[in-house]
């Protein structure tokens, strides 16, 4: 029930970030700055949590065949938005994103409270820049502001019930229990390595954008060390 109210956070960002956008465009280089930051983030919780938690099983076939689906889901997704055109096309990919963004939210409940908790932050940075990226593109559309961030917060609701779907995993079986976690992990480095800092290079990097990458880094490591 946890992950169901925490999920909420995120979706509260990209309404908030939608908001934003209607109204001004942030600066390419403050966008490149906080998506190397929230890359950042989200390879630092799937390290210091995620993947801690998933060598603890020992399932190594679990992990193969949950690993392996969660690859196969991200190519999909990534085919998608090259068959998919306009807003509909970001709108579907973007829907499908959140749906498994959610599911990898409530499979790291499973892993523990604090593999959770990180990982709404990280989740967070990543769902206010997608609320952007929506405000944007439905922006060029012409649709009054009211329609566009009612439109962004509708879709954002697929975060929660991911969430939700993925709350029985807690009482499945151990090894079950791997090829979740094995699934979420793929998900998480297919945000980083080609969503958060593809999108981040589209701006050429400055010295002090590519250090927010490793500030995001390790803000999650000392957290995760405070909060113990």
């Known amino acids: 029930m946890m992950a169901f109210w925490l999920t909420l956070v995120p979706v509260a960002a990209a309404i908030l970030g939608a908001a934003v956008a209607v109204?001004?465009?942030?600066?390419?280089?403050?966008?490149?700055?906080?998506?190397?930051?929230a890359?950042?983030?989200?390879?630092?919780?799937?390290?210091?949590?995620?993947?801690p938690d998933l060598m603890h099983y020992g399932?190594?076939?679990?992990?193969?065949?949950?690993?392996?689906?969660?690859?196969?889901?991200?190519l999909l997704l990534?085919?998608?938005?090259?068959?998919l055109k306009g807003p509909v096309g970001l709108l579907a990919a973007t829907g499908v994103d959140l749906l498994v963004d959610g599911l990898v939210l409530g499979i790291a409940f499973t892993a523990g409270a604090k593999a959770g908790f990180l990982l709404t932050v990280a989740l967070t940075l990543e769902?206010?820049?997608?609320?952007?990226?929506?405000?944007n593109e439905l922006g060029d559309r012409r649709?009054?502001?009211?329609?566009i961030v009612a439109i962004t917060g509708a879709l954002m609701l697929l975060l929660p019930l991911g969430g939700v779907l993925a709350a029985p995993?807690?009482?499945?079986?151990?090894?079950?229990?791997?090829?979740?976690?094995?699934?979420?992990?793929?998900?998480?480095?297919?945000?980083v390595t080609e969503e958060l800092l593809v999108?981040?290079?589209?701006k050429p990097d400055s010295p002090l954008i590519t250090a927010t990458f490793f500030v995001g880094f390790l803000a999650v490591l000392i957290l995760d060390q405070v909060v113990g």
């Not at 769902?127 to 405000?135: H, Q, R, T």
């Not at 151990?174 to 945000?191: D, E, I, Q, S, T």
């Not at 999108?199 to 589209?202: K, Q």
């Open 39 to 51: 890359a950042g983030v989200v390879f630092a919780a799937a390290a210091a949590e995620v993947l």
């Open 169 to 191: 995993v807690a009482s499945l079986p151990g090894p079950v229990v791997a090829g979740f976690l094995a699934f979420g992990l793929m998900a998480l480095l297919y945000l």
């Open 59 to 74: 399932s190594p076939v679990a992990t193969l065949v949950g690993g392996a689906v969660g690859v196969a889901l991200m």
């Open 127 to 135: 769902v206010l820049f997608l609320g952007l990226a929506i405000a």
């Open 78 to 83: 990534m085919q998608m938005k090259t068959w």
């Open 199 to 202: 999108e981040a290079h589209v």
């Open 143 to 147: 649709m009054s502001k009211v329609r």
């Open 23 to 37: 109204n001004t465009r942030p600066g390419s280089s403050l966008v490149s700055a906080v998506q190397h930051f």
